[in-house]
Each structure stands twice: as structure tokens, then as C-alpha cells.
Nanobody
Framework: QVQLVESGGGLVQPGGSLRLSCKAS????????MGWYRQAPGKERDWVAQ???????TYVDSVKGRFTISRNNAQNTVYLQMNSLKPEDTAVYYC?????????WGQGTQVTVSS
């Protein structure tokens, strides 16, 4: 079993930045494909970004050029750097990891973009 723990959420003004972190409990992290999802109130959970165990990244169109996903295998941690935040980015952000057919989720961290 792998535990994922997110941190870094909070309240930020439009145009501001936040960096989310997700730390895995085991070194299996280095072979996991990692991703971030988000769920706004009353909506489904949507995929935001992914980074493979080889470091390849992909993003949903709405965050391209504003968000950057990265990983530090030595720290068992994946990051989501969010710049130029908009009110529509407001959601609970979840970390996701997958390996060997198993899926793991963090508990979520709230991001609120408001003036």
C-alpha cells in the first residue's frame, strides 16, 4: 500500500501562484506514473496533468502554459506549480499514482482563487 499526502493548497488572488506537493510513503514512487486531478463543487473529478516515471508530461488544455508538473524521485514527491491562477481553477486538487495495475489517491487539498 502507498499513501499519498498533498500539501500546499490555500487561498490566492487571481493571477497569483501556488505550488502543490504530494509525497509518497514508499520508494515505489520512482516507478509510478503520477498525476493531478481536481474537483470543483458540484462537478466531476477531472484530470489536470500527468508525469510518467520517465518524466514525460501532459496537461489538459485549460492549464497549458500556466501549470507545470514535476517530480523528485529522491524525495518521493511530485509537484504542481500553478501560475496565473484564475477563479475557475478553484477546486480540491488530488494527487494520483499508478503502478502495476494499482491506483492510489491522496486526500486532496483545497485551492481557492478569489479576490
Amino acid at each position: 500500500q502507498v499513501q499519498l499526502v498533498e500539501s500546499g493548497g490555500g487561498l490566492v488572488q487571481p493571477g497569483g501562484s501556488l505550488r502543490l506537493s504530494c509525497k509518497a510513503s514508499r520508494s515505489i514512487f520512482r516507478i509510478m506514473d503520477m498525476g493531478w486531478y481536481r474537483q470543483a463543487p458540484g462537478k466531476e473529478r477531472d484530470w489536470v496533468a500527468q508525469i510518467t516515471n520517465g518524466g514525460s508530461t501532459t496537461y489538459v488544455d485549460s492549464v497549458k502554459g500556466r501549470f507545470t508538473i514535476s517530480r523528485n524521485n529522491a524525495q518521493n514527491t511530485v509537484y504542481l506549480q500553478m501560475n496565473s491562477l484564475k477563479p475557475e481553477d478553484t477546486a480540491v486538487y488530488y494527487c494520483h499514482g499508478s503502478a502495476w495495475g494499482s491506483n492510489y489517491w491522496g486526500q486532496g487539498t483545497q485551492v481557492t482563487v478569489s479576490s
